[in-house]
């Protein structure tokens, strides 16, 4: 392949990347807020167990036409991701009700340095000094939003928190758990999703029901909510797409 067609390739790449990361970013927020705001469902942690749900049976029927290869994950790899992920699910949930929106945001913007210091740590990787110098901006930004937050709170600060370092552990993993058995995104999904779905559905109605005090079982599923729910679930799909997409660019 000449470099001029393989630059043309990799912009082709590029354009779709970012549209499929403008489409799948934004979409699945509106959807979800529609889910959530507009037609009362509010319960997070179990349609993330949905996503997780229809995530495994997308896996199971491209495994079966032979998109995706047959890989092997060991059962406590996949225990800790699954466990990391969770976590950051319903760290995430709780931090968003027991703080205010603004602190919710200052506190994921903390995943940056949280994020970087696994790495250092882990696998001792050197950044530059104008990437230390931003990271030091971040957490002085973090550390004043904090103590000028009036509206945080003991219990909202742990679950900032757990929230923040479990988001982290989920990101460092993933990336570790690709490069160690050489698999990609949908087949990473692949060994985690069926997990992941299994543990939300279980203990998704019951976290949803302490966080909100209503049932997802008393629910009133109707034709336009069931409509929204499949744009949700499309979207989590393509979030899938837009990863690989950007893996084989990063490969040009």
Known sequence: M???????RKATLDAASWFFNVVTSVGIILVNKALMATYGFSFATTLTGMHFATTTLLTTILKSLGYIQSSHIPLADIIKFVLFANFSIVGMNVSL?????????????????????????????????DTKLSIILVLLGVAVCTVTDVSVNTKGFIAAAIAVWSTALQQYYVHFLQRKYSVGSFNLLGHTAPAQAASLLLVGPFMDYWL????????????????SYSFSFL????FGCEEELRKVNRSL
Request: proline share 2%; hydrophobic share 40%; glycine share 4%.
């Open 97 to 129: 009700m027991w703080n205010s929106v603004g602190f919710y945001q200052i506190a994921k913007l903390s995943m940056i340095p949280v994020s970087c210091f696994l790495e250092v740590v882990l696998d001792n990787v050197r950044y530059s000094r």
């Open 212 to 227: 909100t005090n209503k049932r997802v079982d008393a629910y009133n599923y109707g034709l336009t909510s069931i409509v």
């Open 2 to 8: 000449s470099s001029e067609t393989k630059g043309d």
């Open 235 to 238: 979207y989590f799909i393509l």
